[in-house]
């Protein structure tokens, strides 16, 4: 449980979804876990993904009911020259690839000063992608047997 944090850090350190297409829609099974899960305003899987994927940073706001996870700025211990500041958003009640954003803010040092610089858009992809695996598999742990 304690390794997707582990992974985001270290991805943000470094280098700081998929969503199906069908024609033909299938109705659920009652054995499933329900993709859609309001009673916090968002997806619950969605939002726990999240506030587990980024725990590694000190939380500035978590709002369940907007669906916004905002980190202060976070320091890796491999790359002190170097830090980052996370927005997820979950932008739907569903389980899906586009209910989900996310935006980074990168600075390093210079001269003893913080300058912004840039953020990969394969950064931000790979939490996004952490984020809906470990949504998915919360869903999947909560099937009946």
């Known amino acids: 449980m304690h390794r997707l944090p582990k992974a985001a850090a270290a991805l943000i350190a470094l280098a700081l979804a998929t969503g199906g297409c069908t024609h033909r829609r299938v109705a659920p099974s009652t054995a499933l876990a ?64 586009d209910a989900l954003r996310v935006a980074a803010a990168r600075q390093v040092q210079q001269n003893g000063a913080w300058v912004d610089a840039p953020v990969t858009a394969a950064t931000t992809q790979k939490l996004e992608d952490i984020i809906l695996t470990r949504a998915r598999d919360l869903r999947r742990a909560a099937l009946p047997e």
């Not at 587990?52 to 980190?71: E, H, K, M, N, R």
């Not at 320091?75 to 899906?96: H, N, Y």
């Open 34 to 97: 329900p993709a859609r899960m309001t009673t916090i305003g968002v997806n619950a899987y969605l939002w726990r993904a999240a506030v587990d994927t980024v725990s590694f940073a000190p939380l500035l706001q978590a709002d369940p009911s907007s669906g916004v996870i905002i980190t202060d700025w976070y320091t890796s211990p491999r790359a002190p020259g170097e830090r980052v500041k996370l927005t997820v958003s979950i932008l739907d009640p569903d389980l899906r690839a």
